[in-house]
Each structure stands twice: as C-alpha cells, then as structure tokens.
Nanobody, 123 residues
Framework: QVQLVESGGGLVQAGGSLRLSCAAS????????MGWFRQAPGKEREFVSA????????YYADSVKGRFTISRDNAKNTVSLQMNSLKPEDTAVYYC????????????????WGQGTQVTVSS
C-alpha cells in the first residue's frame, strides 16, 4: 500500500500561484505513475495532471495546460503541482493518487488516494 498526504492548498487571488505537494510513504514510490485530480462542489472528480514513474512523461488536462506543472522527486517520495495564473474555476479539492491501471486520465486507474487539499481562488 501507499499512503499519500497532500499539502499546500489555500486561498489565493485570481492570477496568483500555489504549489501543492504530495508526500508518499509505504511501498516504493517510484513503482507508481502519479496523478492529480480535483473535485469542485457538485461536480465529478476530474483529471488534472499525471507523471510517469521516472518523470519522463507528463500529461495535462486542456484546462490547465500551460499554467500547471507537475514534477516528482523519487529520492524524497514527493510529487508536486505548481499552479500559476490561477482562475476562480480552479477552485476545488485537489487529490494526488498513485496509478495502477493503464489509463492516466481515468480516476479508476488509481488505487491509492490522499485526503485532498482545498484550493480556493477568489475573483
């Protein structure tokens, strides 16, 4: 099993930046591709970004492409999401997750989830 704990959420004005971090413990972190998802009130959880186990491949939802950057440090067992030019529509609870399935943008491909961190962007 992998235990995941997110941090770094908060309240920021539109146009601002936040950096989310996810710390992993348990099984070998580098065994897993990792992803970030988010869920806004009344909406389904949606894919945000993903990164391969070694960090060589990254993927982004169209809505965040060019504004968000995913990275990982396998030596520190962390995955991060740098979020720039934030918009009110980015407001959501953000979750990191460890992938065991084949499709990076399906939440069902991820077996291990953190508890989430709230990001609120004011206009």
């Amino acid at each position: 099993q992998v235990q995941l704990v997110e941090s770094g959420g908060g309240l920021v004005q539109a146009g601002g930046s936040l950096r989310l971090s996810c710390a992993a413990s348990g099984r070998t972190f580098s065994d897993y591709d990792m992803g970030w998802f988010r869920q806004a009130p009344g909406k389904e959880r949606e894919f945000v970004s993903a990164i391969s186990w070694i960090g060589s491949r990254t993927y982004y939802a169209d809505s965040v492409k060019g504004r968000f950057t995913i990275s990982r440090d396998n030596a520190k067992n962390t995955v991060s999401l740098q979020m720039n030019s934030l918009k009110p529509e980015d407001t959501a609870v953000y979750y990191c997750a460890a992938r065991v399935g084949s499709t990076y943008y399906y939440s069902s491909s991820y077996a291990y989830w953190g508890q989430g961190t709230q990001v609120t962007v004011s206009s």
